[in-house]
């Protein structure tokens, strides 16, 4: 661990078409920036002190609170950056930034290689905000995202679609969402997920459900005569006690896609694949979709599957270019190893997650 880090955090909040910059905000942040200052030898940005900004956001004014801070060595690390935390929360309560906290960055050398800082920042994390959990999202190489992730399934799951999202259900869930998205009023006293239950060789089993202070027959036949789908009813104490079991309507749609990239959680980091390096990998897969995990494979080899892989667009085939820069990809972003022309599955592959990356204020939403 390097001795001496710049951290640089920043929040974005919420914007809002009622909060006014005014001498008093100002006056009273500035007293709040004082009272949390750690005073370094630096200057700018990581001077300890905190600086707030705004910015015109359509009718409204967003705020971003921006603070450096210079730490040396672990014990001053977690201090320093659970004050930064906490200072955000407090300017948050006393309505000194525009709304609630939407975004949140931390960026500092190296970032994505380090992860004894980013457990120091997890923990900051979660002393300040009462517990809660935090992943990473890898923006560039300097600067990390924090937010929160829903799993949904391994990333070779994904790959070979034998768990529990199966694309074969998206058209009865897109007409499920639809519907609730016209009738909101009919609904509105409860909430619809979906319990996937898997069927050994076959596409996973898919019940509609729903949960409320009470059932209501009426729910029941509205939703089956627009949508042809019978939702069963949970009450809240047997909902809870099942909750493991039950997945967002919104959550399933999008780990069932087989279109576009996805999120892939990489321990405590999570990185975006684009639809050419989902493609990519399963070259790396027999010919039962099984990843072959300890295999080196030769660039020629590598080219030879492209060829004839079913999974990648005719026009790239046969491009040679193409494979070079999607395995660059895949190497620079740890999903693969290097050996000169050879090449593998990064150890580990087989516990990337597949999941949803949440900002803080879409995740906050989302539990509304």
């Avoid at 909060?19 to 630096?42: I, N, P």
């Avoid at 909430?191 to 596409?203: D, H, L, M, N, T």
């Avoid at 729903?210 to 036949?221: F, L, Q």
């Avoid at 627009?226 to 967002?248: C, G, L, N």
């Amino acid at each position: 661990m390097s001795l001496l880090t710049v951290f640089d955090i920043t929040a974005f909040f919420e914007p809002s078409a009622h909060f006014q910059y005014t001498r008093k905000v100002r006056s009273e942040f500035d007293e709040l920036a004082k009272a949390y200052a750690r005073s370094t030898w630096m200057l700018g940005s990581h001077g300890g002190r905190a600086r707030l900004q705004t910015d015109i956001q359509g009718i409204g004014v967003a705020t971003r609170l921006e603070i450096g801070r210079l730490t040396f060595g672990e014990g001053s690390q977690k201090e320093l950056i659970r004050n930064a935390f906490e200072l955000f929360h407090e300017a948050q309560r006393r309505g000194l930034v525009s709304g609630e906290i939407d975004r949140l960055t931390v960026r500092f050398p190296k970032a994505d290689q380090r992860p004894a800082e980013r457990e120091s920042i997890r923990e900051s994390f979660a002393a300040a905000y009462e517990g809660i959990q935090c992943a990473f999202l890898n923006r560039e190489r300097n600067l990390l995202e924090i937010g929160q992730v829903v799993s949904y399934q391994s990333v070779t799951q994904y790959l070979r679609e034998d768990g529990l999202y199966h694309s074969a259900h998206r058209n009865r869930i897109e007409k499920v969402r639809r519907h609730l998205q016209q009738e909101v009023g009919r609904y509105e006293n409860h909430k619809f997920y979906v319990r996937p239950q898997a069927i050994p060789g076959s596409v996973p089993k898919l019940d509609f459900c729903y949960t409320g202070a009470e059932s209501d027959r009426r729910v029941e036949a509205f939703m089956e005569g627009y949508t042809d789908e019978k939702p069963i009813f949970y009450s809240p104490a047997d909902f809870a006690a099942q909750r493991e079991e039950f997945v967002e309507l919104v959550d399933y749609e999008r780990a069932s896609r087989r279109f576009g990239g996805l999120w892939v959680l990489q321990g405590d980091i999570v990185r975006y694949l684009f639809p050419q390096q989902v493609s990519v990998l399963y070259l790396f897969f027999d010919a039962q979709l099984q990843p072959e995990l300890d295999r080196w494979f030769t660039w020629g080899e590598l080219h030879e599957r492209q060829q004839a892989s079913r999974f990648i667009a005719k026009a790239a085939r046969s491009s040679q270019t193409f494979l070079e820069m999607v395995l660059e990809g895949l190497w620079r972003n740890y999903f693969v190893v290097q050996d000169e022309d050879r090449y593998r599955l990064r150890p580990g592959f087989a516990d990337f997650a597949h999941v949803a990356f949440y900002q803080l204020g879409e995740f906050r939403k989302r539990l509304q």
